[in-house]
C-alpha cells in the first residue's frame, strides 16, 4: 500500500506562488507515475500536472503550462508542484496521485492523497 500526504496550500492573492509537496509512505513511488489533479464543487477532478518514475516525461494542462511544474525526488519519495502566476480560476482542491507502471497516464491512478484546498483571490 501507498499513502500520500499533500501540503502546502493556502491563500494566495492572483499572480503569487505556492509550493505542493506530496509525501508518500508505505511502498516506494519511485518505480510510479504520478499527477497532480484538482476539483471544484460540482465538477469532475481533472488532471493538472503528471510525471514518469524517472521524471524524464512530464505532462501539463493546457491551462497550467508555463505556469506550473511538476518535479518529484524519489531519494525523499516526494512530489512537487511549483505554482507561479496563478489565478483565480486556480482556485480548488488539489489532489496527488499515484499508479503501477512508470509510464505517464491520464487516468488509472490507484492511490490517492487527502487533498489541499488552494484558494486564489484577486
Known amino acids: 500500500q501507498v499513502q500520500l500526504v499533500e501540503s502546502g496550500g493556502g491563500l494566495v492573492q492572483a499572480g503569487g506562488s505556492l509550493r505542493l509537496s506530496c509525501a508518500a509512505s508505505?511502498?516506494?513511488?519511485?518505480?510510479?507515475?504520478m499527477g497532480w489533479f484538482r476539483q471544484v464543487p460540482g465538477k469532475e477532478r481533472s488532471i493538472v500536472a503528471a510525471?514518469?518514475?524517472?521524471?524524464?516525461?512530464?505532462y501539463y494542462a493546457d491551462s497550467v503550462k508555463g505556469r506550473f511544474t511538476i518535479s518529484r525526488d524519489n531519494a525523499k519519495n516526494t512530489m512537487y508542484l511549483q505554482m507561479n502566476s496563478l489565478k483565480p480560476e486556480d482556485t480548488a482542491v488539489y489532489y496527488c496521485?499515484?499508479?503501477?507502471?512508470?509510464?505517464?497516464?491520464?487516468?488509472?491512478?490507484?492511490?490517492w492523497g487527502q487533498g489541499t484546498q488552494v484558494t486564489v483571490s484577486s
Open positions: 496521485a499515484a499508479k503501477s507502471g512508470g509510464a505517464i497516464e491520464l487516468r488509472g491512478y490507484d492511490y
Open positions: 510525471i514518469s518514475s524517472s521524471a524524464g516525461s512530464t
Open positions: 508505505g511502498r516506494t513511488v519511485s518505480g510510479r507515475a
